[in-house]
């Protein structure tokens, strides 16, 4: 059984500010963890994805996450935002030969100019 | 290329209408998948093809019904849909089960 909790549905940061975006995950096995970014009517994109080698992924726009197993976290930071960060940010969990993509539910980030 | 084509962006239809929704990928994925997406909700899994074989429905009503002519399409058959239907529908693949999804800008579908 896998699940994934994100921890506020909204999040509003100044432009320039950090940006933390928080995600707990649960998984029987050695997970496989990603965060994707969703604009409005559109897809999702992918940002970065852990999946056990190095525990400080960096994806793309400037955005990184930490896999810490002591706290079963993958949270997703940022260390200036930008306006064109603002959208829906989605963290999901899957483990090796297991379809389903287990997702978060979600957290809006706003950018306050 | 990464990326995965759907069609059409945009679908209207009545609930006695039948229609097609259209997915293509040539990154020579084996796992290709269905999403429906509510506002302001995580996208929930409805189907998974892989090796071009169904092998997850997630108990979605028989008015939907998945195909997959070959490796690189997969089609959604739409017929006597409700309006609680309407919703972002998206397409993904992935290389294999785990691995990371690439997702389709999803087709908009509008049941009156």
Excluded at chain 1, 26 to 54: D, E, H, I, R
Aim: charged share 15%; hydrophobic share 35%; proline share 5%.
């Amino acid at each position: 059984a896998q699940s994934v909790t994100q921890l506020g549905s909204h999040v509003s940061v100044s432009e320039g500010a950090l940006v933390l975006l928080r995600c707990n995950y649960s998984s029987s096995v050695p997970p496989y963890l990603f965060w994707y970014v969703q604009y409005p009517n559109q897809g999702l994109q992918l940002l970065l994805k852990y999946t056990s080698a190095a525990t400080l992924v960096k994806g793309i726009n400037g955005f990184e996450a930490e896999f810490k197993k002591s706290e079963t976290s993958f949270h997703l930071t940022k260390p200036s935002a930008h306006m064109s960060d603002a959208a829906e940010y989605f963290c999901a969990v899957s483990n090796f030969g297991n379809e389903k993509l287990t997702f978060g539910t979600g957290t809006r980030l706003t950018i306050i100019p | 290329d990464t990326e995965v084509t759907q069609t059409p962006k945009h679908l209207v239809m009545g609930m006695t209408n039948k229609k097609s929704l259209k997915c293509e990928q040539h990154m020579g994925h084996r796992a290709m998948y269905w999403y429906k997406q509510k506002a302001k909700k995580p996208p929930e899994l409805m189907f998974v093809y892989s090796y071009e074989k169904l092998s997850i429905n997630e108990s979605v009503p028989s008015r939907f019904s998945p195909e997959c002519p070959n490796s690189s399409l997969l089609n959604l058959h739409l017929h006597a849909l409700q309006p609680e239907d309407s919703a972002l529908y998206l397409c993904a693949s992935s290389q294999q089960g785990g691995t990371e999804a690439f997702f389709g800008q999803g087709t908009r579908l509008t049941v009156v």
